[in-house]
């Protein structure tokens, strides 16, 4: 586990009881006033990168987290301008589930999680056929989802056996936390009452076994249903200290073994058509150890891509990188995805 302190890793969440964090906090004050920083500020995404984006948001939801575990209440402008800015790009054909792919957390961290989750949210809900305005509001309600997180003791969330009854109790309170930040900071608009409510009801299942507030099928906001598997999705795919990140194939296999009853048949659909791929630019490692970027997609053979071969299989630079359609090369196959940073370093 990362030391808390640790100042290389100043950008992860601390989990510790806000009320060490923050001693000045008056914990019982009856409305606590919004924060400064994150009511009026808003990102600048105007004509930025994709990479930009990312860090103008993990920079937002840090404040916000900050905010949070201080007892104080958010705006929820600066996130619909970063979220309009991520469907602008999803829509001019920018491929963002990049972004979330080589995202690489040791530890869980609800800033990445959150983003991925609103990235990923976006690729899904295209395929959903969900208009603009409704794939914004999602990616802000992914966004926001888990900053209740903040009030959870580190120990309990990162627990590898199972939770006590009052660990477990503590854990599921987190969804009213950030629904109370969110709502509280002003009279909200119908929207963002929407809003905060799928950020709410983002664990919730169709089973009747989710939380808070254990509602079933039909009284589950249809985004949030499409978020929880998301959300599972992600979480799954990324690395946690009791367990390694699954490849995109796995992790699917995973939800319908475990989860097929807690989601809408059409959202597991969406899912797999758009995630279960491997997109443009992401770097694969093949059967053979080659570690390889992917460069097209196989529309009717989406889990084998052509793919650049970069590296050889004891980790050398290849100085021609060769072309391979592994379509069209059955005993050549794609074993894990490989983060960018766990790249050989260039002067292999």
């Given at each position: ?26 914990a019982g004050a009856e ?87 609103g990235i990923l949210s ?22 926001l989802h888990d900053l ?201």
């Open positions: 586990m990362p030391d808390p302190d640790d100042k290389s890793n100043a950008r992860k969440v601390s989990f510790t009881d806000a009320a060490l964090k923050y001693p000045g906090v008056d409305k606590p006033q919004p924060c400064q920083p994150c009511e009026d500020a808003a990102p600048e995404t105007s004509g930025a990168s994709l990479e930009e984006d990312y860090a103008t948001a993990e920079g937002l939801l840090d404040e916000a987290l900050d905010i949070v575990g201080r007892g104080g209440l958010i705006r929820l402008e600066p996130f619909e301008r970063l979220s309009g800015s991520f469907t602008e790009r999803l829509l001019d054909g920018e491929n963002l589930a990049l972004a979330a792919y080589n995202k690489k957390t040791a530890d869980y961290d609800v800033v990445s999680h959150s983003l991925n989750v976006l690729q899904v809900g295209k395929r959903h056929k969900l208009p603009r305005q409704d794939l914004q509001e999602l990616c802000t309600s992914a966004l209740g997180m903040v009030k959870v003791p580190r120990d309990i969330f990162l627990k590898p056996g199972t939770l006590s009854t009052t660990e477990r109790e503590l854990l599921q309170k987190h969804p009213a936390v950030a629904y109370e930040a969110i709502l509280g900071a002003h009279d909200a608009t119908a929207s963002e009452k929407g809003m905060a409510e799928v950020a709410y009801s983002v664990h919730e299942r169709c089973t009747g076994r989710g939380y808070p507030r254990r509602l079933s099928a039909d009284e589950i906001p249809e985004r949030a249903k499409l978020l929880g598997l998301i959300d599972m999705y992600e979480a799954l795919t990324h690395n946690r200290p009791f367990r390694k990140r699954l490849p995109p194939l796995d992790a699917i296999k995973e939800i319908i073994a475990t989860g097929r009853d807690c989601f809408p048949t059409d959202a597991l659909k969406a899912l797999i058509d758009q995630l279960t791929t491997y997109p443009v630019g992401c770097s694969l490692r093949l059967n053979s150890g080659e570690i390889c970027r992917v460069v097209a997609t196989n529309p009717f053979s989406p889990l084998r891509p052509v793919v650049e071969v970069i590296f050889s299989g004891s980790g050398k630079r290849l100085a021609e990188p060769r072309t391979l359609d592994l379509s069209r090369s059955p005993l050549q196959f794609i074993v894990d995805t490989v983060f960018e940073e766990d790249l050989p370093s260039p002067g292999v």
